[in-house]
């Protein structure tokens, strides 16, 4: 049984590296070219290019790199399941299905899935992360499937983004809208909810961002404290270290900074932190 993710899924450093688990790129343009998220580019690099204001566009897995794993999964009698970065923001989860219906036909025998996660970033590693714990305990295909539908409802990650003008610039708001939160120092506070990418929270000045995230998170965290809670980043560690103090200060014990991936930061821009977390253990979800 084996796992497959694509870039948008912003592992930790514990499980980067799981003997169960692969990974296929998003694509990053810049001036033309194209780069595999997390392969041909990383995030120090996309930010040098974006600094110098190229503006760096994205698109979807290529359909022959699905072909070519799915195949070979097949071929070597192996199960697996792809979870998707979220179907209402990207064309890979589409695009994968299309692919396994035909490698279907030549393998009927062939078991394997394709699951939007609904979720980005780190919210898709909240979920990827516990069903490579279930491939150790030796769940089934069914086992993951079942236990994706019922992590969804309860995953969240909230992140703070400095500069409004990437969200112009990826269609997210109105060049006004841009200008005047730019003049106000408008930070807005998103979130993947139901698949789509949304604003659910604007505060002027960092600080103020920051704190409305963590009383976000607090209003939620409190059932399941004993959790490792990422923090997402780009850019500045300063607004990391504070999001830990204040993490600590809640009663929670395991944090991990993990940067966002490239394709996020072409649309989030080069300044930003937020947090994903549970709302309670996946153990108890899963009962």
């Known amino acids: 049984m084996r796992l497959l993710v694509d870039s948008m899924c912003d592992f930790s450093q514990e499980y980067q ?21 997390k392969r041909e580019i990383n995030l120090e690099e996309m930010n040098k290019f974006m600094e110098k204001g190229i503006v760096p566009t994205t698109s979807q897995v290529n359909p022959g790199d699905f072909y070519a794993y799915f195949e070979e999964r097949a071929q070597e009698g192996e ?26 036909n030549k393998y009927p025998d062939f078991a394997c899935e394709v699951v939007d996660s609904r979720q980005s970033g780190g919210g898709v590693a909240l979920i990827a992360e516990v069903l490579l ?10 086992d993951l499937t079942t236990a994706i539908d019922k992590l969804i409802p309860h995953t969240y990650f909230y992140f703070s983004i400095e500069d409004l003008n990437w969200l112009y610039l990826g269609g997210r708001v109105s060049r006004g809208t841009a200008v005047v939160g730019g003049f106000l120092k408008i930070h807005p506070i998103v979130s993947v ?15 103020k961002a920051q704190q409305l995230v963590l009383k976000m998170v607090s ?57 994903y977390f549970y709302d309670m253990s996946p153990e108890e979800i899963l009962k």
């Open 133 to 142: 714990d279930l491939i150790d305990q030796g769940k089934e295909l069914a």
């Open 79 to 104: 199960s697996c399941l792809y979870l998707s970065f979220s179907s209402k923001l990207s064309g890979s989860c589409e695009t994968a299905k299309l692919v396994l219906r035909d490698i279907k």
């Open 193 to 207: 909810e139901d698949g789509e990418l949304k604003i659910i929270g604007k505060s002027r000045g960092s600080k």
């Open 219 to 275: 209003e939620k965290i409190t059932g399941y404290l004993d959790q490792k809670v990422g923090i997402a980043y780009n850019g500045l560690m300063k607004p990391v270290d504070e999001y830990r103090e204040a993490l600590v200060g809640m009663g929670i014990k395991r944090i991990e900074p993990v940067p966002i991936g490239c394709v996020l930061a072409a649309h989030l821009g080069t300044q930003g932190t937020g947090i």
């Open 17 to 37: 590296n799981h003997s169960a688990m692969d990974m296929v790129s998003l694509n990053v343009i810049i001036d033309g070219k194209p780069y595999r998220d």
